[in-house]
Every structure is written in C-alpha cells, then in structure tokens.
C-alpha cells in the first residue's frame, strides 16, 4: 500500500532563517506530487507541482522554491523565511489526473 | 478573486438536523472533487463528479452536480458529531498535472 511521509510535524522558525520540508512516498512510482499551503483552517492554497523529476511548475510567486531530486521525494525550501509563510503545509501525491489525491500529515511552520 | 466560491463559511447546527454547502463558479469545471479535514490532518476524498446533472450518495452525504458543471452541492441528512470538519470543494485541472484548486470551505460544528 501507499504511504506518504512529511516531516518534521511541526517548526518553529525565526524570521531570515532558512526553510526545508520533505515529503516522500512509498508504494508507488513516477507519482504526481504536490505542495500546497492552508492558513488558519481555510482553503488550501497551491504552491508547486510535479509531473516528474526535475520538473516543477509554480503557481505562486513567492519566498518558496521546490525540488524534486528523485522520484517519490519532494521539497519545499526557502533562503529566508518571512512572518507570513506560518501555515500548514501539506504534500500531496496522485496516480494520475484527475484521480484522487492523497495528503500527508503536514507541518505545521511558525515564523517568529 | 476566488475561483471557487464557497457557502456558508461557518455552520454549527445539532445532531439530527439536515444541511446543505454550496460550491460555486463561473468557469466550467471539468471534473470536481469534494474533500473533508479534521483539525491539524491533510484532506481526504468523498466524491469526484464529473458529469453535469450527476448525484452521488455516500451514505448520509449526497452529492449534486450542476447540469451546467458551475456548481456542487453537498447534503448531509441526519448530520452526526461525527460530520464535524472542514469540508473543501476543490476543481480537478486534469490537463496541468491534476492540480487542484480549492475553495475556501466551509467549517462544520454538529453539536450533541
């Protein structure tokens, strides 16, 4: 079966600081993957998708980046955090669009 | 500009009572999902319509398709404590990845 992994569960950063989240998956191959962003238990907001590795579409402009250096693995980074990138972050994998997806459990980021 | 417009935002009502949440848009969806989280957890699929004028039943939970495809509605009869959470339309871009694109949802409490 698939799982989806994220970590760490929580983070609590100062404002310039740096930013790395990882997310992968197991039990399936050549995954779409997905970040999304949710603040304060509203919608999702998405950030960056992946139909492969190395290839990143975003859809945000922003103080984020992400890669994708192998297959079921995907992160989100940022040189220096600002007061409003705090949320809930969450990575999401699809078989194949426009199947369902599958969340991970999140990190939940506090920018100080 | 919300793509998806959601409502209510908020609704708290009793056990037993019956309720409906609306999706709605002014583009044409190609294919819609409805999604429901819990406090601090990533979202999880109830339904994918696709078709316009489609109804789907999840037990309790019947989901309408409008015959245009610019609108959903969720229906939940006889809601229990256990309906409690955050309940997400979101529209499926089959054709960029399967990107998904939320609304703002709507926040349900069911109290005893």
């Known amino acids: 079966s698939q799982t989806i992994h994220q970590w760490p569960a929580t983070l609590v950063q100062p404002v310039g600081s740096p930013l790395s989240l990882e997310c992968t998956v197991e039990g399936t191959s050549n995954p779409n993957l997905y970040w999304y962003r949710q603040a304060a238990g509203r919608g999702l907001q998405l950030l960056f998708y992946?139909?492969?590795?190395?290839?990143i579409s975003s859809e945000v402009p922003q103080n984020l980046s992400a890669s994708r250096p192998q297959d079921r693995q995907f992160i989100l980074s940022s040189k220096k955090l600002l007061l409003s990138d705090s949320g809930f972050y969450l990575c999401a994998w699809a078989e194949l669009a426009p199947n369902e997806q599958f969340f991970g459990p999140g990190t939940r980021l506090t920018v100080l | 500009t919300q793509l998806l417009e959601q409502s209510p935002q908020f609704l708290s009502i009793q056990e037993g009572e019956n309720l409906t949440v609306y999706c709605n848009s002014s583009?044409?969806?190609?294919?819609l999902q409805w999604y429901r989280q819990e406090p601090g957890e990533g979202p999880v699929l109830l339904v994918t319509v696709v078709t316009g004028g489609e109804v789907k039943k999840l037990k309790r939970l019947t989901f309408q398709f409008g015959d245009a495809r610019k609108d959903s509605s969720l229906h939940i009869t006889a809601a229990q404590t256990g309906d409690t959470g955050l309940y997400l339309c979101?529209?499926?871009?089959?054709?960029?990845?399967?990107?998904?694109?939320f609304g703002q949802g709507t926040e349900l409490s069911v109290k005893p």
């Open positions: 992946s139909v492969g590795i190395g290839q």
């Open positions: 979101a529209w499926n871009w089959a054709n960029q990845g399967g990107k998904l694109i």
């Open positions: 583009s044409v969806f190609s294919s």
